[in-house]
């Protein structure tokens, strides 16, 4: 620097200030960026520290962006924009922080060359430019928008990263951003499809969607295949943006699987197993349901991938594939279902029960007569009653047995005999009268069939009737009834007498 300068930078009067830093600025020489800097921040007047500020910035040596920095924040209006303009100028990684911060700037006009500087230094700028999208400045959050928008491509890949955040606010903001960033930001949005998080997954299928660009068919047609209904659906919808239409059946049925129209999915047949198929994974437990059902309405086709899910770790995927087999009525999956009777998860052993007990005949039968023998009383139940709906006469002896030990089965042991051999029900029906709690449909059954087969039921069953029944028709006599309210025990007791008697004659 010129003597003369420092005398005028020191000693001149402000106009003389102002125009010895405008020659300095002029210089272009580096050299002298320290003695200006310095001059800046001692002086009070703020057309020399606007002067100052601007020669900086025509020297664009990184060194004075301290000075700039604390000018932009403590300056005057016109100290301020004019400090950001020399921080754009100088372009160095420095200046992104007192950017950035100038962007809660109450001037509008210094947060607007604020956000021109950040946009014009670019990539360095990513970084604290998303961090402002969280700031509680709505004026900064908007600016720091509009900057991440400008500097396009480069803001996509630190924007999919923000989708995973839990504010809803901030994940409406970034996809904004995108759909501003447009056609550009598409080829690197393939990588959101991708996350492990299925809502940034779902958020960049919808972006995508909104951005209109054909480029993104491919990937959005990959989507349809997600493991994530909600991705699945969304991908499909902004399938529908660009106007895609499948070519073929197979991705007719994954548009339908995605958009959750099951029959349209059933009506394609095999061509949808594949995609139903995976949708049993589905982690919504209405969606694996529901695409259960859909495989049923395929029929035998869905047989052999089915068969796979009963092998599923979840529980509940293997129960909706033994429904949905039970279902198809396929006789050679019995063996396979069978195997889940000793699944160590109960729902799975139920639903295998409800499984046998739609698809019926002989294999069915023998899986049913197993379940009689499960640890849970329930399913053991299940499992007489379907015996009894399938007629399946080589079941009575094991159901005479249940009916004999087992008083949490017996009233279905009993009912599934009646239904298959009604003279070997006496003395189980007559065995679950004696209980209070189910005794009026057990003592109704036994009437019906004394009064229409008496004389063709052994006489060690009468004798159990009368005998079992005594204390029902003695707690009657003295108004104890129990829960029995239409049914009369004494009835029964009566028939089963006068049938004995007639027999001893």
Known sequence: MGWWENIQLKVGGVDARVRAMEQLGASGDPAHVDAVAAAALEDNSPLVQKAAAEALGKLGDPKGI?????????????????SALSLQKIGSVQAVAPLAGALTNLDPEVRQTAMQGLVAIGPPSL???????????????????????????PAVAPLLAQLKDKDPDLRKLVTDILIKIGKPAVDLMAAGLADPNADTRRLTADTMGKIGDPKATPVLVEALQDASGAVRDTAARSLELLGWQPANDEEKALRAVALRDWNQAAALGAAAVPCLVAALKDADNRVAEAAAGALTKVGPAAVSPLLEALKDENPVKRSQAARALGEIKSPETAP?????????????????VLALWRMGGPEAATGLTQALEDADGLIRSRAARALGEINAEQAVDPLLQLAEKDSYARSAAALAIWKISPLKSVKPLALWAADDATADEAITALTQLLEQAANAVAVEDLQAVVQLLQGQVAAKEAGRGGLVKRADPSTVCALAQKELARRST
Not at 72 to 82: D, I, R, S, T, W
Not at 134 to 141: I, L, P, Q, V, Y
Not at 338 to 343: F, G, T
């Open 336 to 352: 396979a279902l069978m195997e889940l009777l000793r699944d160590a998860d109960g729902t799975v052993r139920e639903s295998v």
């Open 66 to 82: 301290p000075a700039l920095a604390a000018m932009l924040q403590h300056g005057k209006p016109e100290v301020q924009k004019a």
């Open 127 to 153: 970084g604290p430019l998303v961090g402002l999208l969280k700031d509680m400045n709505r004026e900064a959050r908007r600016m720091a928008a509009e900057a991440l928008a400008r500097i396009g491509t």
